[in-house]
């Protein structure tokens, strides 16, 4: 038996944990039984993770494989890892994902972690899993890092796989009614909207993004056939009514992606970058699907600073992207970044400024725009992550550490941010009072009156509203939950 974790405590949406369907795949069709626990909701993750570790002890796995992102995820994982080795100290340990890919030397370090795989994970599994029963040496597992005469060794790394039908999902792991989510924004009435992913990579430089230097700017497909097969039996088998394309780039082949679009017949909901979304005659093959909402990266109200994080599009494009989008009444989601290494708080406060400025295009459809702003995160990997510790952020020393960096909810100080508080302060007010031009709710109108009043003043000292009406907030959805 091999046990697969993953701790991803959502509050919202529910993802298949597809790094370890996948893995599991290949590990059943090598003759292994395989068990995947995953935690999916934030509120029950200390319930679930002592489920967790009692599995564990009751089932004597051949070894736990741990599916790990930067942030919550790894600070989580960290905690059940080392509490399952404290009481199985001959249980070992494995880490992939993204996070020990970047980090082997740190993860291989820790005291209960026993190995890491790097990169994609179906063959070297496979591979290790026969090395930890004696049929294979250690020393040929290609993209494996672990501690050998107690210090870190690393193997070379294990080439990108090419033929995705190789694997697929092993849904009969999971029960898939667990991840159907219900999908009623913008005028929307999904009831089982399922995220479901058909290439790997993408072919952009975004400087904030590990896969600018993890895939070369390679992309690799699903076949057409497979995906539309594989949606329709989902269709079939669990009544699943839209699709979250949660590709890194669905659109990095526009044409495959319509055929796969207009075969399945089911709404969807995708990631489309500013320069396609600037184009008139893609605008209208979106108005011609059934399209939900598209999610866009604007990252940026300053040229200057899109430049410099390498994301290949310009304020001109979003602006005109959303004109046309509003125009058409195509549902648009936006994310923002502020506080990249030489960011001027002039332009943080023009990126936010310039976001409301968009916001306006949709001033008969508010309820058809929404854009989040958070904070740029220096995750290990991306091409910004050696210029955020010239410019002095100092990375955590132990893994577990690494659950202070959540974009939204940050714990860390980025010594490059001038006036650090109030810029927290400012992406709080942002998150909070945005809201309220959908929900007319006298909180938040009163609140988005008083943030209209501080940015026009540009005074976000002394946040005495917010705090107490974060704290409010909280308290009232614990006894809500309870």
């Not at 056939?225 to 699709?243: F, M, N, T, W």
């Not at 400024?353 to 702003?373: A, G, M």
Request: charged residues 25%.
């Amino acid at each position: 038996m091999i046990i697969l974790v993953k701790i991803d405590a959502y509050d919202n949406i529910k993802y298949p944990p597809y790094g370890l369907l996948y893995v599991a795949d290949s590990l059943e069709k090598a003759g292994y039984e395989v068990q995947i626990l995953h935690n999916t909701y934030l509120y029950s993750l200390n319930n679930d993770l002592k489920k967790f570790e009692k599995v564990v002890e009751k089932e004597d796995p051949l070894f736990v494989g741990f599916s790990v992102n930067t942030g919550r995820s790894t600070t989580q994982t960290a905690i059940l890892s080392e509490s399952i080795k404290n009481n199985n100290a001959e249980t070992p340990i494995v880490w992939g994902g993204v996070h020990p890919t970047v980090l082997p030397y740190q993860c291989v370090s820790e005291n209960y972690i026993d190995y890491v795989v790097m990169g994609e994970g179906e063959e070297a599994t496979v591979e290790l899993a026969q090395a930890i029963e004696g049929k294979r040496d250690i020393n040929s597992v290609r993209g494996l890092a672990y501690t050998r005469n107690n210090r870190p060794a690393i193997n070379p790394a294990r080439p990108k796989i090419e033929e995705l039908d190789k694997y697929r999902p092993a849904w009969h792991l999971i029960d898939i009614r667990r991840y159907l989510n219900k999908y009623q924004e913008y005028g929307a009435n999904s009831k089982r909207m399922i995220s479901y992913i058909t290439s790997r990579g993408c072919p952009y430089r975004c400087a904030f993004c590990y896969l600018a230097l993890d895939n070369n700017r390679h992309m690799r497909y699903h076949s057409v056939e497979r995906v539309i097969s594989e949606i329709k039996q989902l269709k079939d088998d669990y009544g699943v009514d839209a699709i979250w394309f949660n590709d890194d780039n669905f659109f990095a082949n526009a044409k495959r992606a319509f055929n796969i679009i207009h075969s399945i017949d089911l709404p969807w909901f995708g990631e489309v970058r500013i320069d396609r979304l600037a184009d008139e005659r893609f605008i209208n093959k979106l108005r011609e699907s059934q399209c939900m909402c598209v999610m866009s990266g604007a990252e940026s109200g300053s040229d200057r600073i899109l430049q410099y994080i390498k994301k290949g599009i310009t304020v001109a494009q979003t602006e005109m992207a959303t004109k046309m989008m509003a125009k058409y009444r195509i549902p648009a989601t936006y994310s923002f970044m502020i506080g990249f290494p030489s960011e001027t708080w002039d332009e943080i406060i023009h990126t936010v400024r310039f976001n409301h400025k968009l916001e306006e295009y949709y001033s008969d459809t508010p309820e058809l725009f929404h854009s989040r702003i958070g904070f740029y995160l220096p995750y290990p990997g991306a091409p910004l992550y050696d210029i955020a510790i010239e410019h002095g952020f100092q990375p955590p020393a132990k893994t577990i550490d690494w659950g202070r960096l959540e974009r939204y909810e940050l714990d860390l100080d980025l010594p490059w941010i001038p006036e650090i508080k109030k810029v927290k302060t400012l992406v709080k007010y942002v998150m909070r009072a945005g809201r309220a031009r959908v929900y007319p709710r006298l909180d938040l109108k009163i609140l988005y009156m008083l943030y209209k009043y501080r940015l026009e003043k540009e005074n976000f000292g002394f946040p005495i509203e917010i705090e107490l009406y974060s704290f409010i907030v909280k308290k009232l959805a614990r006894m809500l939950k309870k």
